[in-house]
C-alpha cells in the first residue's frame, strides 16, 4: 500500500509542478486550441501540451518507481517487462498524438501510426491470450495479435472522442483507474495496481489545471496515451489463470468510452457519413444540450464510471459475470429512455433494419434473384438507346404512368423532360410521387419524379423496388446526360420535351 500511495504522490507533484512550464511554452509559442462556435465549446484560445507534461510524467514515474520496487515484473520470451513496453507504446502514441495536434493527420496515417505504437506491447507479450465469454474460455491463439492492437488502438480512439469538455477526459481515466487498480491488486496483480496509481496520481495532478475554465488541454497527445493505458491495464490487471481475461471486465471498465465511440460509428454510418468524422452528438454534448453544466456533465459521467467499476469488480474478483451483465444492460436501458444516451442510434438502426428487410423482400418478389438490375459499369458500355429501352421496361413493370426528369449541369442550368403513358394521358387521378436526385462527380444532377397509380404507390415492395431502379439510373445519366435519346422527343412549351406516345403504343415503343 505504501508503493501505492507513493507512486500516486510522486506522479501528482510531478504534473503539477511541470504543467504550469509546458503551458507557458505552448504560449509562447502560439500552440493552443481555439473554438470553432459548435464542437469546441471554449471561449478563448486555450494552449495545448498537456498530453506532453502527462507522458514525461508517467514516463519519469515508472521508470523511476517500478526500477526500485521489488515486483517480478511479468515478460514472456525475453521481452520487455510491462513498465518498458508500455513507457515505450505511450511515448511513440503521444508522437502521433502531437502530430495530429500540430498538423492535422490524414486517417490512414494516424491509425498506422497507433498500429506502430502498440506493437512493443503487443510483441513483448503483454495481449489478450484467453477469453472468457459466458463462462466458455476461447484460446485466442495467432488471434490473439490483431485483437490486442484491435483493443488497444479502440481504447486510445475512444478516450481520444470523449474528450470534449473541460475535465471529462481526465475525470473517466482516474475512474478507471481507480477500478482497474483495485482489481489488479485483489487478483495478486500488484504491478498493475502500481501503474494504476501512477496513472491515476497523473491524471489527478494535470485535473487542477484542467478543470472548468481549463488553462490547458490534453491534446489528441494526452487523451489517446490515456486510452492505451487504460486499456493495457485493465487487460493485465483482469487475468486470471484459468480463465484468462473476462470479457465483462473489460468491458465494463471502459463501458463509457466504448460505448460513445461505438454509438458514433453506427451514428454516423447509418446517417451516410464517414464515421472518422467529427459531430456534435457525442453524450456530453447531448448531456450539455438537455441543461446540465459541464461540472454536472462531467460529474455525472464519472459517476457512471465508478458504477461500472463496481460491476467489473464483482465479476472479476467474485465472480459474479452475470451481475455484471445485468447492471450495464439496466444503465444502458435507463440511459436510452430518458434519451440521454444511444435513443436517436436506436432508432437510426431500426429504420435500417426495416428498410434492409423490405428491400430484401422487394426484390425477391420482383424476382431480382434471378433477374438483377445492370451495374453502372454496363450501363455505360450500352447503346444510349438499348439503356433507355432498359429504363422504360423497368418502370413500366412498377406501373410508372408518368416521369418528370431534369437535368441540371454545374451552372445551375436545368432541361425537364417529361413522359407518361398512353392510359395516364386521358386519365388524370390522383397519383402518388417519388423523387430522386442524383449527383455525378462532375456537379450535375440528375432528378427524377415518378408518378404512380395509387394502387401500385401504396405498395411499399414495389416502391423500394422502384427506389433502385431510378438511383441507378439516375447516377448514369447524371454523368452521362448526353446519353438520354432525344430524336423521338416533342418540343412542347418553352424547353419544355415530351414524349407523346401514339394511341395503343406502350413505353418501350414510344423511347
Known amino acids: 500500500m505504501t508503493q501505492l500511495v507513493t507512486a500516486f504522490g510522486a506522479a501528482l507533484t510531478f504534473t503539477l509542478l511541470l504543467t504550469p512550464l509546458v503551458r507557458r511554452f505552448a504560449w509562447r509559442l502560439k500552440l493552443?486550441?481555439?473554438?470553432?462556435?459548435?464542437?469546441?465549446?471554449?471561449?478563448?484560445?486555450?494552449?495545448?501540451?498537456?498530453?506532453?507534461?502527462?507522458?514525461?510524467?508517467?514516463?519519469?514515474?515508472?521508470?523511476?518507481?517500478?526500477?526500485?520496487?521489488?515486483?517480478?515484473?511479468?515478460?514472456?520470451?525475453?521481452?520487455?517487462?510491462?513498465?518498458?513496453?508500455?513507457?515505450?507504446?505511450?511515448?511513440?502514441?503521444?508522437?502521433?498524438?502531437?502530430?495530429?495536434?500540430?498538423?492535422?493527420?490524414?486517417?490512414?496515417?494516424?491509425?498506422?501510426?497507433?498500429?506502430?505504437?502498440?506493437?512493443?506491447?503487443?510483441?513483448?507479450?503483454?495481449?489478450?491470450?484467453?477469453?472468457?465469454?459466458?463462462?466458455?474460455?476461447?484460446?485466442l491463439g495467432w488471434w490473439s495479435v490483431p485483437l490486442s492492437i484491435g483493443w488497444l488502438i479502440t481504447g486510445a480512439n475512444a478516450l481520444n472522442f470523449v474528450d470534449g469538455i473541460d475535465g471529462l477526459a481526465s475525470t473517466i481515466g482516474i475512474a478507471i483507474a481507480g477500478a482497474a487498480g483495485l482489481i489488479a491488486h485483489h487478483l495478486g496483480h500488484d504491478e498493475v495496481a502500481l501503474l494504476c496509481a501512477i496513472l491515476a496520481g497523473g491524471l489527478g495532478g494535470f485535473l487542477f489545471y484542467n478543470w472548468q475554465p481549463a488553462t490547458i488541454f490534453l491534446g489528441d497527445a494526452g487523451s489517446m496515451v490515456i486510452g492505451l493505458w487504460l486499456a493495457a491495464l485493465a487487460v493485465a490487471g483482469s487475468h486470471a489463470p484459468e480463465v484468462g481475461t473476462r470479457l465483462v471486465v473489460l468491458v465494463s471498465l471502459l463501458i463509457v468510452p466504448i460505448a460513445d465511440i461505438g454509438l458514433a460509428v453506427v451514428r454516423r454510418t447509418l446517417s451516410g457519413r464517414q464515421f472518422w468524422l467529427p459531430d456534435r452528438a457525442h453524450i456530453h454534448h447531448r448531456l450539455l444540450d438537455r441543461g446540465l453544466t459541464i461540472p454536472k456533465t462531467v460529474g455525472l459521467l464519472g459517476g457512471i464510471c465508478?458504477?461500472?467499476?463496481?460491476?467489473?469488480?464483482?465479476?472479476?474478483?467474485?465472480?459474479r459475470e452475470l451481475v455484471a451483465w445485468g447492471g450495464l444492460g439496466a444503465l444502458a436501458a435507463v440511459m436510452a429512455r430518458s434519451r440521454y444516451f444511444g435513443q436517436s442510434e436506436v432508432e437510426l438502426a431500426g429504420q435500417t433494419l426495416a428498410r434492409c428487410v423490405l428491400v430484401l423482400v422487394a426484390r425477391l418478389s420482383a424476382g431480382r434473384l434471378t433477374r438483377s438490375l445492370p451495374s453502372l459499369a454496363d450501363l455505360e458500355q450500352m447503346a444510349p438507346s438499348a439503356a433507355w429501352a432498359m429504363f422504360i421496361a423497368e418502370?413500366?413493370?412498377?406501373?410508372?404512368?408518368?416521369?418528370?426528369?431534369?437535368?441540371?449541369?454545374?451552372?445551375?442550368?436545368?432541361?425537364?423532360?417529361?413522359?407518361?403513358?398512353?392510359?395516364?394521358?386521358?386519365?388524370?387521378?390522383?397519383?402518388?410521387?417519388?423523387e430522386v436526385a442524383s449527383d455525378s462527380p462532375l456537379q450535375s444532377q440528375c432528378r427524377m419524379r415518378a408518378l404512380l397509380r395509387e394502387s401500385q404507390a401504396t405498395d411499399p415492395l414495389n416502391w423500394l423496388s422502384l427506389l433502385d431502379v431510378l438511383q441507378l439510373y439516375g447516377r448514369h445519366w447524371a454523368a452521362h446526360p448526353e446519353q438520354i435519346p432525344i430524336s423521338d422527343l416533342r418540343i412542347a412549351e418553352g424547353e419544355r420535351l415530351t414524349i407523346a406516345p401514339a394511341a395503343g403504343d406502350d413505353l418501350r415503343r414510344a423511347a
Open 32 to 139: 493552443v486550441d481555439r473554438a470553432d462556435g459548435q464542437r469546441k465549446l471554449h471561449g478563448e484560445p486555450v494552449p495545448l501540451g498537456g498530453g506532453v507534461v502527462l507522458m514525461a510524467a508517467l514516463a519519469a514515474v515508472t521508470l523511476v518507481i517500478c526500477r526500485g520496487a521489488p515486483l517480478a515484473w511479468p515478460h514472456l520470451g525475453g521481452g520487455l517487462p510491462l513498465p518498458a513496453a508500455l513507457v515505450l507504446s505511450s511515448v511513440m502514441m503521444c508522437l502521433v498524438g502531437c502530430c495530429d495536434d500540430l498538423k492535422a493527420l490524414r486517417v490512414r496515417w494516424k491509425l498506422l501510426g497507433q498500429v506502430l505504437a502498440t506493437l512493443p506491447l503487443v510483441l513483448a507479450g503483454h495481449r489478450l491470450e484467453q477469453l472468457e465469454i459466458g463462462g466458455l474460455v476461447i484460446e
Open 306 to 319: 465508478v458504477l461500472s467499476g463496481c460491476a467489473a469488480f464483482a465479476a472479476a474478483v467474485n465472480g
Open 395 to 434: 418502370i413500366e413493370l412498377h406501373s410508372v404512368e408518368r416521369l418528370e426528369l431534369t437535368l441540371a449541369d454545374r451552372r445551375g442550368e436545368e432541361r425537364r423532360r417529361d413522359w407518361e403513358t398512353a392510359s395516364g394521358r386521358h386519365r388524370r387521378p390522383e397519383r402518388w410521387t417519388l
